[in-house]
Every structure is written in C-alpha cells, then in structure tokens.
C-alpha cells in the first residue's frame, strides 16, 4: 500500500480534496493523508459543497497540523503551491503542484481547481500503476 500525503497551508481545500479524491479513486492500495502547515479551524465550506456534487462528502473532516504525521514517512509528499510554509516531511519522494489556493476565487474556478486536482491525482494513481 502506497503512502501519500497532501499538504497545503489550511488544510482547508487542496490537501482536502486531493487526499479524497486519492482515497477513493485508489481503493484500498493507497493511504492518503492530508494537513496543513498552519490548519485552519474547518473545512472551506464551498470545499465541502463542490466536492458534494462530485460525490464526495467532506463535511466530517477537519483540518489537522503537520505535526500529526511526525515521525511517519511516506512514499511521496504532494506539497500544493504553500512554498516556505510547507516544511520538510520524511518520503521518498516530495512533488509541489503549485495549486493556487481557491478559497478567495469565483465558483467557476475553484472548480477548475478542483477539477485539476482530480486529474493530478489520477495520473499518480497511473504512474503507481494503481487502476482509478
């Protein structure tokens, strides 16, 4: 079982979604994860709202520390356009998606965001050879 986790500054919207779109879309040959650098208090509502009608309930996650993972190692860490505010986190392999954070942008493009997320996700599900 491969080992991912995604990371971003709130842990509010990207790592979110990614993470759920990894747990699924991977079945039971992924461990997704995701934090925040500086986590806020909840999920972005409109997160929860535009992944509802992807079929993907967020509503009872909650945005946790990177400190919840210290000392775990993964195979990869996905860090998501956070830059300096994401430390250094033990994997084999470290990737930035360079996401801009959606929480502040119009509903059309959070979606893109979302949408992109998703194809990101899938094309490590292939390069893992992980059917989604």
Request: charged share 25%.
């Amino acid at each position: 079982m491969k080992r991912v986790l995604f990371v971003c500054v709130e842990n509010s919207c990207r790592s979110q979604m990614a993470a759920a779109f990894a747990t699924r879309l991977g079945a039971d040959r992924i461990d997704a994860h995701s934090a925040g650098s500086r986590p806020a208090h909840g999920v972005n509502p409109r997160a929860i709202a535009f992944m509802a009608e992807r079929g993907y309930d967020l509503s009872d996650r909650a945005p946790k520390p990177l400190s919840t993972f210290e000392g775990q190692t993964f195979d990869i860490v996905v860090t998501m356009g956070c830059g300096d505010a994401c430390p250094w986190v033990p994997a084999a392999q470290r990737v930035d998606w360079a996401l801009p954070d959606p929480k502040s942008l119009p509903d059309d493009e959070f979606r893109a965001v979302r949408d992109e997320i998703e194809r990101r996700v899938r094309q490590l599900l292939a390069e893992w050879d992980i059917p989604s």
